[in-house]
Structure formats: C-alpha cells, structure tokens
C-alpha cells in the first residue's frame, strides 16, 4: 500500500436521494419545531394563536417521516406528504408573517392559550398575532419559519422526484 492511499480516508458512502429527503423530512421539522419550542419553554415567548397553528403540520411532517424510515414500502409516499405537511406550516408561515407586517388582516377575536379558572384565563399572557415578539436579521419567527419549511419542501420533492429519473 503507498502512502498517498494510506494518508487519504476512504471516502464516505454517499446518502441516496431518497434517504437524504426522509432524513431532512425529519430533522427539519423537528429543529424547527424544538426552536419553537426551546424559545416558548427556555425563551420565554408567548405564542400566539397562529403560532401554534404552524406547530401541528410539523408535528405531523415528524410522524409520516418517521414512519418513512420504519414503513420501507412507502417511504416516497411517507415522505412526499411529510414535505406537504412541511410546506403547509411554510404557507401559513407566510400568512402570519404578512398579518406581522399588516398587509393582511389576521384574528379578530381574542383567543388565549390557557387556563381553566376565572383565576388562569386572567393570568394568561394575550398575545396578539400581529405583534412581532422576536426578529432575527429584521425577520419574525414566522417569516423564518416560511422560509425554511417551504424551502426544505421544495428540496424535499426535488431529492424524491429526482431519484424516480
């Protein structure tokens, strides 16, 4: 064995298009969805009604493709509708962050996340979806949930549509 063969790792078996869309179908749900989550629980942000609509197509995009891994015979189909519940939360990423911006209307009526008693209801924070709480580079939370989720949908069906070629 020369020492050019020795000195340079054999290289890493390349993920197929397929498992690399079931593994993003997965992970970027589950980042977006524990960020989400971390900024409630560890940040301290309050989310607001259309906040937590975003959340239940990523809990769902984290089911099917999870069931993509264990269920082999369907895993394009698994997959594709995990990029599809992915793309949803995208949309209506969109939609949060355009009533953020006041381009459109959003909820009208009030709406809490909480409480039992007279005692909860009036200790739980209202949170307005029109306000931003949180921006990054001059994004809110929804507009970088848009962003990602509908740019990780497109990846997603472009890695499955392309490995049927």
């Not at 949170?127 to 962003?147: E, H, K, P, T, Y």
Request: proline share 5%.
């Amino acid at each position: 064995m020369t020492d050019a063969a020795i000195a340079s790792p054999a290289p890493a078996p390349a993920l197929s298009r397929p498992a690399a869309a079931r593994w993003l179908a997965l992970l970027i749900p589950a980042g977006l969805l524990g960020g989400a989550l971390g900024s409630q629980y560890l940040g301290g942000l309050h989310p607001c009604e259309m906040c937590y609509w975003q959340r239940w197509p990523h809990g769902a995009a984290i089911v099917l493709a999870a069931l993509a891994f264990l269920i082999p015979g369907r895993a394009r189909t698994l997959t594709l509708l995990a990029a599809a519940a992915i793309a949803v939360s995208g949309a209506i990423g969109v939609y949060h962050a355009m009533v953020e911006l006041g381009v459109l209307e959003g909820i009208t009526t009030c709406t809490t996340t909480g409480g039992g008693s007279l005692a909860e209801i009036m200790s739980t924070p209202l949170v307005r979806c029109d306000q931003v709480q949180f921006a990054f580079l001059g994004i809110s939370m929804a507009g970088w949930n848009a962003i990602i989720s509908l740019g990780s949908a497109i990846v997603i069906f472009w890695l499955v549509w392309s490995a049927r070629k």
